[in-house]
C-alpha cells in the first residue's frame, strides 16, 4: 500500500516569496492533516481536513497561510508572503476516520528554509 | 501551562538499560493516547497505542493515568536502534490532537 506522497522534498526561498506544499493521502483515508515541525519542538497542528471540509484551522495563521483540499483526495498548503520563522518541515498526515483511535499516517515532509 | 508536556530530554542512557519518559495532559476529556517515534530527519511513525489497562509490545509498555493525568512509556533492555525522539500524541476528542515537544533518547554502546 502506498504511503502518504508529498512533494516537494526541500524548497528554499526568500522572505516574502510564495511557496506551495503538495500532498497526496493514503487511498481511503477521509481525514488529512497540515503539521509545521520547528526544529527541536513537536509537530504543531495548522489544519485539519473532514473529506473536502474544514474540521480544526485555528492554528493555522490565516493571514499568510492557506490551504485547500476540493475534492476531498489531495491537498495544498500555500505561504504567502513567507516570513523567516516559517523555516519548519511541513508534515502531511491522513488517517482512515474520524475517531480518535486511528492512527495517523505521516509523509516524508517538505523541508522549508526562508532566507 | 502546555496541554500536552514531555519529561525534557535528552536520556543518555547505555545499551541494556531500562528508561522511562512520563507525559501529562491538562483536558480531562482527551479520549485517546499513543506514543510516536521520530528518529532524526525522519517523519514521525507510531510506536504504540496507550491503553487504560496498559499495553505492552515486546520490550516496550504504556500505561495511561487518568486520575493522574498522565501516560507512560517503558523501554527495557535498551538497544542502540532504540536512539530517537518520543513523542506523546493526546487526542481530545475526533478532532483535536496534539503533540507533545518529543524527548529524545540516546542510547549508547
Known amino acids: 500500500e502506498a504511503g502518504v506522497a508529498q512533494s516537494p522534498r526541500y524548497k528554499i526561498i526568500e522572505k516574502r516569496q510564495s511557496v506551495a506544499f503538495w500532498c497526496n493521502p493514503i487511498?481511503?483515508?477521509?481525514?488529512l492533516y497540515w503539521y509545521q515541525q520547528i526544529l527541536g519542538q513537536g509537530p504543531k497542528l495548522l489544519i485539519q481536513?473532514?473529506?473536502?471540509?474544514?474540521?480544526?484551522d485555528s492554528q493555522l495563521p490565516k493571514d499568510r497561510f492557506s490551504a485547500e483540499r476540493l475534492k476531498g483526495v489531495d491537498s495544498t498548503l500555500k505561504i504567502q508572503p513567507a516570513k523567516l520563522e516559517d523555516s519548519a518541515v511541513y508534515l502531511c498526515a491522513s488517517r482512515l476516520g474520524a475517531s480518535a483511535y486511528n492512527e495517523q499516517f505521516f509523509g516524508p515532509g517538505t523541508r522549508l528554509t526562508v532566507l | 501551562r502546555k496541554e500536552v508536556e514531555q519529561d525534557p530530554g535528552p536520556f543518555n542512557v547505555p545499551e541494556g538499560a531500562t528508561v522511562a519518559f512520563n507525559c501529562t495532559y491538562s483536558?480531562?476529556?482527551?479520549?485517546?493516547f499513543f506514543w510516536y517515534r521520530q528518529d532524526c530527519r525522519k517523519e514521525p511513525k507510531l510506536l504504540m497505542s496507550v491503553y487504560s489497562s496498559g499495553n505492552e509490545d515486546g520490550r516496550f509498555t504504556a500505561q495511561l493515568n487518568r486520575a493522574s493525568q498522565y501516560i507512560s512509556l517503558l523501554i527495557r533492555d535498551s538497544k542502540l536502534s532504540d536512539s530517537a525522539t518520543y513523542l506523546c500524541v493526546v487526542n481530545t476528542g475526533g478532532f483535536k490532537t496534539i503533540f507533545g515537544a518529543g524527548t529524545r533518547l540516546f542510547v549508547k554502546a
Open positions: 481536513f473532514q473529506n473536502n471540509g474544514v474540521v480544526d
Open positions: 483536558n480531562s476529556a482527551s479520549q485517546s
Open positions: 487511498s481511503g483515508h477521509a481525514t
